[in-house]
Structures are given as structure tokens and as C-alpha cells.
């Protein structure tokens, strides 16, 4: 891994590259179509500006806290890419953190990926049914989900000021989103929805273990 012990910033073509790859990757999985779904697909997207021009670009955080805490940083040369890892840079360096955080990040995009694409598939199949049968029988929103769980996954990936600041805006907008989306469904289906609701969390799914008297 000599690569990681290089300067690797000021690259603005893999900047605008990663931007526009993994932008069209979730454009194709998500396919917005209404100016929610470009809403939603819009926030995010400025997560991604956001991750990229400091993953490649300019190192806004490390310069940041290097001027910050001068000579108490915990790396010496903390301009390579390895050391440009915050996570990497906060435990002295360590390759083992990054070994183990960078594979385990992008399993997190691609699970993120995989359940917008179900959850997209399942409500646009519907036809304007209502949907609970699928993922949606775990999960109201499998959509937000989704976005939340690739967001953590790139924090984990590439952590930055901005991005760990942006993290909690951008849940905070899904679930504002998510409960905009629901008075209408429960406008459309009054009963149903209710129910519905009642039973199935929004976002993440329940996890109940039986007991038994011995």
C-alpha cells in the first residue's frame, strides 16, 4: 500500500470523476422522477460535492486541525492519503484502521444502493398502490434508508468537517421528507396508512427476541 503514502490532493479530474460515477450510479439505481425524488437526489448529491473536493481536492479539514492543534496532531505527515483519513489520522496512522474501515464502508454504499433500488422498484411498480409487502413490511421509507445507510458509509470512508456537519443535516431533511410523504398517504389511504404505520417502523426495522420461561 505504497500508494497511501503519497500526496494525493489537488486532483480535481478524479474529483469531478468520482462526483459524476457514483452520482449516475445512484441517479440510475434511485431514477427520480418527481421533484421529491429530485429533492431528495439533490441534497445528497451536495454531500458527494462535498466528500470528493476534500477526498481529492483541497484537504480543507486536515489544514483545519493541523493549524488548530499544531504539533499535538497525532500524525506527522498528515498530508499523504492514508494520513488524510480522519479516522486513520485520530488512531496515529494506523493502516490496520484503514484496512479495516475501507471495505467495511463500501459494503455500507453498496447495502445503502441495494435498498433504494428494492425500495424504488417495489413503490413505482404500485402503480400509486399503496405498497407494504417486501422491504416495505420492514420498513416505511426503504428509500431514506438507504440514503442514511451510504452516508454512514462514507463517513466511515472519508470522514471530513463538513461532511460529519452535513450527515445529521441530511437525516434530519429525510425524515422531514419522510413525514411530508406520509400526510398525503394518509390523505389517500386514511385507514390503511394508519394501520401501516402503526406497525412497520420508518426507517430502520425492529429487531424483537422471544423469550421463553424455563
Not at 504539533?71 to 484503514?98: C, I, K, Q
Not at 411498480?125 to 407494504?132: D, F, K, M, N, S
Not at 456537519?165 to 411530508?180: D, G, K, N, S
Amino acid at each position: 500500500m505504497h500508494f497511501l503514502n503519497e500526496y494525493a490532493y489537488g486532483l480535481w479530474g478524479a474529483v469531478i470523476f468520482n462526483i459524476l460515477m457514483f452520482g449516475s450510479f445512484v441517479y440510475m439505481v434511485f431514477r427520480p422522477r418527481t421533484k421529491r425524488d429530485w429533492r431528495t437526489m439533490g441534497v445528497f448529491t451536495s454531500f458527494m460535492v462535498a466528500l470528493f473536493a476534500e477526498m481529492f481536492g483541497f484537504p480543507l479539514t486536515i489544514y483545519l486541525l493541523t493549524s488548530l492543534l499544531g504539533n499535538r496532531y497525532p500524525v506527522l505527515d498528515p498530508f499523504t492519503h492514508l494520513n488524510g483519513h480522519l479516522w486513520v489520522a485520530m488512531a496515529g496512522g494506523s493502516e490496520w484502521v484503514y484496512t479495516i474501515l475501507h471495505p467495511l464502508s463500501n459494503l455500507l454504499i453498496f447495502v445503502g444502493l441495494a435498498v433504494i433500488s428494492v425500495g424504488w422498484k417495489g413503490i413505482h411498480r404500485a402503480g400509486g398502490e399503496l405498497v407494504t409487502a417486501g422491504i416495505y413490511n420492514y420498513v416505511r421509507h426503504p428509500q431514506y434508508t438507504g440514503f442514511i445507510i451510504i452516508i454512514i458509509g462514507f463517513l466511515l470512508q472519508w470522514p471530513t468537517i463538513i461532511t460529519l456537519v452535513m450527515a445529521p443535516v441530511l437525516i434530519i431533511t429525510y425524515r422531514r421528507l419522510a413525514r411530508r410523504e406520509e400526510a398525503v398517504m394518509i390523505e389517500e389511504f386514511p385507514g390503511e396508512y394508519q394501520q401501516y404505520k402503526e406497525r412497520v417502523p420508518a426507517f430502520f426495522p425492529r429487531f424483537r427476541m422471544n423469550y421463553q420461561d424455563s
